[in-house]
């Protein structure tokens, strides 16, 4: 029992690249969310899904893409990197009001 | 919108002593609040939710937090605490559709 695995835990993108941070559970948890995590400024949603097929935006989704197609996965895709999307991103996820399970997250830079 | 504010950047304890980490969240009809510890270099791990019910809940690792109404809090405590509980905690409030907001964070140092 994995629960929530991310890939990769280190990337380093050139400005304008694009990547997809993967974020695989296999804890059939209905909710799935990314945050970025910057220093002094907490966790901030990016965006979140309630279910397959069912995502909306958090606090800071410019630039950042999803798509839920299955339970299990949920990928984030960076259009264009930026050095601002430079942070630690962490998937988690949740059923119910149970609080979330959080992945060990991706540390990006952008150079 | 709802809020989660933690007020102290930083606490510095003994090892031994009590420790309190503050919280207070925006107002809410119901109030599910959380309190996550994050280690250097991991992901956050969940020490204890309140949903409703008896406003002293325990956790795991020794924790309790306290809810009240009247005052919009929630903080954490803990009666004696040891050099491996040194770590970075985040209190947040979620909505009954799996979206957490969290609060900037508190540091704990634990002096020997």
């Known amino acids: 029992n994995a629960g929530v695995t991310q890939t990769p835990k280190f990337q380093v993108l050139k400005t304008g690249q694009s990547m997809t941070l993967q974020c695989a559970q296999d804890?059939?948890?209905?909710?799935m969310s990314w945050y970025r995590q910057d220093p002094g400024m907490g966790l901030r949603l990016i965006h979140y899904?309630?279910?397959?097929?069912?995502?909306d935006q958090g606090e800071v989704p410019n630039g950042y893409n999803v798509s839920r197609s299955t339970t299990e996965d949920f990928p984030l895709r960076l259009l264009s990197a930026a050095p601002s999307q430079t942070s630690v991103y962490f998937c988690?996820?949740?059923?119910?009001?149970?609080?979330?399970?959080f992945g060990s997250g991706t540390r990006l830079t952008v150079v | 919108a709802q809020s989660v504010t933690q007020p102290d950047i930083h606490i510095t304890v003994s090892e031994g002593a009590s420790l309190e980490l503050r919280c207070n969240y925006s107002?809410?009809?119901?109030?599910?609040l959380f309190w996550y510890v994050q280690s250097p270099g991991q992901g956050l791990q969940l020490l204890l939710k309140?949903?409703?019910?008896?406003?002293l809940v325990q956790g795991i690792k020794g924790f309790e937090a306290e809810f009240k109404r009247s005052q919009s809090s929630f903080n954490l405590r803990k009666p004696s605490v040891h050099w491996s509980d040194a770590a970075e905690y985040f209190c947040a409030r979620s909505t009954n559709a799996g979206k957490s907001t969290f609060g900037d964070g508190t540091t704990l140092t634990v002096k020997p």
């Open positions: 309140y949903f409703s019910g008896d406003t």
């Open positions: 107002y809410g009809a119901t109030p599910y």
């Open positions: 804890m059939n948890h209905e909710y």
């Open positions: 988690a996820t949740g059923q119910g009001d149970y609080g979330y399970t």
């Open positions: 899904s309630v279910g397959a097929g069912i995502t």
